[in-house]
């Protein structure tokens, strides 16, 4: 079982461009989360998914999008990046939709993105 | 005042030493408290989660929770080197829709 994986470990991209980080869980965990971590501001939530189908924002959406087809996947995208959002993107997933008091959230290895 | 505050240190104890990692929280209503090790360079990892007041012990580990005082410890008995990492301590709050709020992390360094 490899729990979650991200795609690419990392990656160079150039201001303007489109890029597309992949998340995909083998747990069959109901709630996925997109986080962003920078020195000194720490994780900070982008999007989340209670299940499939259904979405929502975190602290810091702006410029980024997300789906969810289906329970396993969730990508984020940076439809234009900019420089301010180099950093690094960890995807971690849930057992229960909308959490509940025990449900834990288990993280992805990362993708390290600099956007030049 | 921040949702959740921590040193962000270096804190640094020798080997064997018990190291003590503090956490505070802003809202009364929250509800689960989880402390995360991050290696440089890796993903956070979960050690301990706790929901209720008082001490919840896993082999070197003991998390506490004080809800009136609103702050959530973490002990590390007889320390090793390789627990030398950045220690983060996140909240879930009531009605968040299970998101998570994280502290900055406090860097521990152990030395031999």
């Known amino acids: 079982i490899a729990g979650i994986t991200q795609a690419p470990t990392s990656q160079i991209l150039a201001a303007g461009r489109r890029m597309t980080l992949r998340c995909t869980q083998d747990m069959r965990h109901n709630a996925m989360y997109w986080y962003r971590q920078d020195l000194g501001l720490g994780l900070r939530l982008i999007h989340y998914?209670?299940?499939?189908?259904?979405?929502g924002k975190g602290e810091v959406p702006d410029g980024y999008s997300v789906s969810r087809a289906n329970t396993d996947d969730f990508p984020l995208t940076l439809a234009s990046a900019v420089p301010s959002q180099t950093s690094v993107y960890f995807c971690?997933?849930?057992?229960?939709?909308?959490?509940?008091?025990?449900?834990?959230?288990?993280f992805g290895p990362g993708t390290r993105l600099t956007v030049l | 005042q921040k949702e959740v505050e921590q040193n962000s240190g270096p804190l640094s104890v020798p080997e064997g030493a018990i190291a003590s990692l503090n956490c505070t929280y802003s809202?009364?209503?929250?509800?689960?408290f989880f402390w995360y090790r991050q290696y440089s360079g890796k993903s956070p990892e979960l050690i301990m989660s706790?929901?209720?007041?008082g001490d919840k012990e896993d082999g070197r580990f003991t998390a506490q929770l004080n809800k009136a005082s609103q702050y959530v410890s973490l002990l590390i008995r007889d320390s090793q080197p390789s627990d030398s990492a950045t220690y983060l301590c996140?909240?879930?709050?009531?009605?968040?829709?299970?998101?998570?709020?994280f502290g900055k992390g406090t860097k521990l360094s152990v030395k031999p």
């Open positions: 971690a997933s849930s057992a229960l939709a909308g959490g509940g008091v025990t449900d834990t959230q288990y």
């Open positions: 998914s209670n299940t499939a189908g259904t979405t």
């Open positions: 809202d009364r209503g929250s509800q689960s």
């Open positions: 706790i929901y209720s007041n």
């Open positions: 996140a909240v879930k709050k009531e009605g968040s829709q299970g998101n998570l709020i």
